[in-house]
């Protein structure tokens, strides 16, 4: 009788503790996400907490003896309601990924739960200032993406500071460990402040580019090359303003939905881990050539299913799918650009050579 040494036992047992988690996490998400139970479950407390972030928000604007106030998710003025402020104000998704880094890192426990603290404090603090800052210029921008993108800006240059703190303590462990060479993310280690500076330019250009221009030319142009296309294809539609207009519904533009965030993003990646030289540039220019065709193409899209159906709603969001497609696309080029032309593919190149 044959017996499997107790390390292959043990291993074998851990790769399916490890299966067993991830088919029961992603069992969870599709069953949150079919039958829209994320909305009991995280909406109420999201809900919670930007209420207690406005209450503070509230007490610190009586202190600075504001005209304005706030009640609930209401900002108001002396002669009445002013705006709303909602969960975008939190900047949650970049709070949960600097979280995410924080637990990912090989460190100890103590060190990781007293970051996440430190991590929470701050997303509080900044949320309340940031709320705070854009109440102030309520009066003077009539945009409320505007006045959104106005506290935002330190915010997010605050959540960066807390990440390159980490990185910081945490050098040794992320970038020299077995595991990172192995995988070659020494890469990132070399490359460090070139990254911390193009993602801090990220921050500020999109902030300030969204929040202060409305770019009325760019998406007349944009929605002229598919109101041609439409009526190529017998769906009569024009273009007023920010609308492209049909016969039935009509699709407005929003600036977030110009695609300049996956854009940049998208040139961040390719600058961040490329030479700078001519194939570098030639592939961001013709990379964001395509994602504005996909724009396009999405409009489309879009267009003709609020034609046919009517909302945007049917099984899933429609309107979300298309941003998939495009996240797909993005993905796709990185991978091509990874594959074919990137620091990292040369340097395991030059790995094997030697």
């Given amino acids: 009788m044959e017996f499997s040494p107790l390390s292959r036992i043990k291993l074998n047992r851990k790769k399916l503790q490890i299966l067993l988690i991830a088919v029961s996490i992603l069992l969870f998400v599709i069953a949150i996400y079919r039958y829209s139970l994320h909305t009991v479950i995280t909406g109420n407390l999201v809900d919670a907490y930007l209420t207690f972030v406005g209450q503070t928000a509230n007490w610190l604007l009586n202190i600075l003896n504001s005209k304005y106030s706030i009640s609930g998710h209401e900002v108001y003025y002396e002669t009445g309601l002013a705006t709303a402020i909602d969960s975008n104000y939190l900047l949650l998704k970049r709070t949960l990924v600097l979280i995410a880094v924080c637990w990912i890192?090989?460190?100890?426990?103590?060190?990781?739960?007293?970051?996440?603290?430190?991590?929470?404090?701050?997303?509080?603090?900044?949320?309340?200032?940031?709320?705070?800052?854009?109440?102030?210029?309520?009066?003077?921008?009539?945009?409320?993406?505007?006045?959104?993108?106005?506290?935002?800006?330190?915010?997010?240059?605050?959540l960066l500071s807390l990440l390159i703190i980490w990185i910081r303590l945490n050098r040794e462990n992320l970038f020299r460990s077995k595991f990172a060479k192995k995988y070659r993310l020494d890469f990132l280690d070399n490359n460090l402040r070139r990254i911390i500076v193009a993602i801090a330019i990220y921050i500020v250009l999109s902030n300030i580019l969204l929040g202060f221009f409305k770019y009325t030319i760019w998406i007349n142009f944009l929605f002229s090359?598919?109101?041609?296309?439409?009526?190529?294809?017998?769906?009569?539609?024009?273009?007023?303003?920010?609308?492209?207009?049909?016969?039935?519904?009509?699709?407005?533009?929003?600036?977030?939905?110009?695609?300049?965030?996956?854009m940049?993003?998208?040139t961040l990646m390719v600058y961040i881990t490329g030479k700078n030289n001519r194939t570098m540039w030639l592939f961001i220019f013709v990379g964001v050539i395509i994602l504005n065709l996909s724009n396009i193409t999405r409009f489309v899209l879009l267009f003709i299913h609020l034609q046919n159906r009517g909302q945007y709603v049917l099984s899933v969001d429609i309107h979300d799918l298309y941003n998939y497609v495009i996240y797909g696309i993005v993905f796709l080029l990185w991978i091509i650009w990874f594959e074919k032309y990137s620091y990292i593919k040369r340097e395991k190149k030059r790995v094997k050579i030697d």
């Fill in 264 to 266: 940049m993003l998208f």
């Fill in 105 to 158: 890192t090989p460190s100890k426990a103590v060190s990781k739960l007293s970051f996440t603290g430190l991590i929470l404090l701050v997303n509080m603090l900044g949320s309340v200032v940031n709320i705070v800052v854009a109440v102030q210029f309520v009066a003077h921008f009539s945009d409320v993406d505007t006045i959104r993108y106005i506290g935002r800006l330190p915010f997010e240059l605050l």
């Fill in 225 to 262: 090359i598919s109101a041609w296309i439409l009526n190529l294809l017998n769906y009569p539609a024009w273009v007023e303003s920010h609308l492209l207009v049909g016969e039935n519904y009509s699709i407005h533009m929003a600036r977030g939905c110009l695609g300049f965030n996956t």
